[in-house]
């Protein structure tokens, strides 16, 4: 079956800093590239950053607001991705997700910022 | 900065025909792709690539774009169809993307 699984969420102190995983099972995660996406409670999807593959450099962009604290890298021996995240922000909590090309998506990894 | 509009809200009765449109400046170029979000779930993919639909999406739901406009259209709706819709895209670089506000379906 191909999945996703994100993990690494929790409740982070504003200034903290978190790591998120996504794992990837069924398929090989190296042919795509790696987007992440947010949702705050109550609102839509947000596009905040990806990582393309080898032969693009494993190339980054991300939107402005996370650009400086946010990092996305890969391992594509383990199969996985990561989104490194630090000075979190209370604006920063969401549903965290993962996804490969434009599909699929993992079920989604819960980062509360709150003190 | 680059923007992609959908309609807050439609509605349909069941059987009847619902259209969500996604518009932005960029869609003559590159693809629109249509996501379909149940409450409390991760999204999945209904249509990409403008109009192919994945294995596993049923027939009713088809994709165009012409334009500055994508439309996705669920011909008989089913009332398992509502839900948040939302069209993705990306900048004219392909580096940045994007979601639309997102369209709430009602089916009843």
């Known amino acids: 079956e191909v999945q996703l699984v994100e993990s690494g969420g929790g409740l982070v102190q504003p200034g903290g800093s978190l790591k998120l995983s996504c794992a990837a099972s069924g398929f090989t995660l190296s042919g795509s590239a790696v987007h992440w996406v947010r949702q705050a409670s109550g609102k839509g999807l947000e596009w905040i950053g990806r990582i393309r593959i080898k032969s693009n450099n494993y190339a980054t962009s991300y939107i402005e607001s996370v650009k400086g604290r946010f990092t996305i890298s890969r391992d594509d021996s383990k199969n996985m991705a990561f989104l490194q995240m630090n000075s979190l922000k209370t604006e920063d909590t969401a549903v965290y997700y993962c996804r490969a090309g434009f599909d699929p998506w993992g079920q989604g990894t819960l980062v509360t910022v709150s003190s | 900065s680059y923007e992609l509009t959908q309609p807050p809200s439609v509605s349909v009765s069941p059987g009847q025909t619902a259209r969500i449109t996604c518009s932005g400046d960029t869609l003559p170029k590159k693809y629109a792709y249509w996501y379909q979000q149940k409450s409390g779930q991760a999204p999945v993919v209904v249509i990409y690539?403008?109009?192919k639909r994945p294995s596993g999406i049923p027939e009713r739901f088809s994709g165009s774009s012409s334009g500055t406009m994508a439309t996705l259209t669920i011909s008989g709706a089913h009332v398992e169809d509502e839900g948040d819709y939302y069209c993705y895209s990306t900048d004219i670089s392909g580096n940045y993307g994007k979601f639309g506000g997102g369209t709430k379906l009602t089916v009843l």
């Open positions: 690539e403008d109009n």
